[in-house]
């Protein structure tokens, strides 16, 4: 069993940042790729980023590459998400997820879900 508790959500102004954190328990946490995927109002959960359990492979939507990095410190449990040049368009609830350890952007690859945090970008 994997619990996720996500962090760093808020409110900022078009071209801020946002870093999110998401702290894992549990045991093999290297063991997981982990995931971040979002929700707005009225769409569907859509994938934002992925790292493979050994944080050598990361993937992105193209919505948010060079903008957008994801990092992990196995050591501590926790995976990062900085968030650059944030647009209004990136308004969502943001979820960290554990799953597949090679990282995926498919939601099925992960069975792990935090509950989420709210990031609202302001025009």
């Known amino acids: 069993q994997v619990q996720l508790v996500e962090s760093g959500g808020g409110l900022v102004q078009a071209g801020g940042s946002l870093r999110l954190s998401c702290a894992a328990s549990?045991?093999?946490?290297?063991?997981?790729?982990m995931g971040w995927f979002r929700q707005a109002p009225g769409k569907k959960r859509e994938f934002v980023t992925a790292i493979s359990g050994s944080g050598l492979s990361t993937y992105y939507a193209d919505s948010v590459k060079g903008r957008f990095t994801i990092s992990r410190d196995n050591a501590k449990n926790m995976v990062y998400l900085q968030m650059n040049s944030l647009k209004p368009e990136d308004t969502a609830v943001y979820y960290c997820a554990a799953g597949s350890s090679s990282g995926s952007s498919y939601q099925d690859a992960y069975s792990y879900w935090g509950q989420g945090t709210q990031v609202t970008v302001s025009s």
């Open positions: 549990g045991r093999a946490f290297r063991s997981y790729g």
